[in-house]
């Protein structure tokens, strides 16, 4: 069955995603961009510009960019949308993992997809870190306070432009 909105359709613009999202940043920075919905913390579109493009800067600072796969196994946070974005603007590929997958699964998922870098949280940490023995993992990264490196660790110097084109 297909439901259909009672509002008129919308035009999907044939743009790339990240800066599609950030087109209004600047107009709007002082406004909430991203809210986790169960503790109401947010992320104005200035914040979350910065954010999305400094982690860009950083991981094109470590080489990380065309060709490289980082992999995301972590809830409906803003931060999960940082690392996103940012490793779309930096010319990155992403694969999202379901947290709710055991380590066998999120093994596979990360063999499959030639990932190098993982970010996840410290609830899944364990998972983590028995999932990426034996894959192209070098580095995991938590969200949220942990025994190992933090996302914000992989901020560098923001890039302005993003790093994949159309062609």
Excluded: C
């Excluded at 999907?12 to 961009?33: I, N």
């Excluded at 986790?36 to 960019?65: D, H, I, P, W």
């Excluded at 999202?96 to 870098?117: M, R």
Aim: hydrophobic residues 40%.
């Amino acid at each position: 069955m297909i439901h259909s909105s009672l509002l008129p359709d919308i035009t999907v613009p044939d743009t790339l995603l990240t800066p599609f999202v950030l087109q209004h940043a600047q107009r709007l920075s002082s406004e909430p961009a991203l809210v986790e919905g169960s503790t109401g913390r947010s992320l104005t579109y200035a914040e979350f510009s910065k954010q999305v493009k400094a982690l860009a800067g950083g991981l094109q600072q470590r080489g990380f960019g065309k060709g490289d796969v980082l992999a995301i196994m972590a809830p409906n946070v803003p931060e999960y949308a940082v690392a996103f974005h940012g490793t779309a603007w930096a010319g990155s590929t992403v694969t999202t993992v379901n947290p709710t997958y055991t380590a066998h699964e999120v093994k596979h998922q990360l063999k499959d997809s030639g990932a190098k870098l993982l970010v996840t949280v410290s609830m899944f940490l364990s998972v983590a870190q028995e999932a990426v023995e034996g894959t192209d993992v070098e580095e995991i990264f938590t969200i949220d306070p942990s025994d190992v490196a933090s996302l914000s660790s992989l901020a560098g110097e923001a890039i302005r432009r993003s790093g994949r084109s159309l062609s």
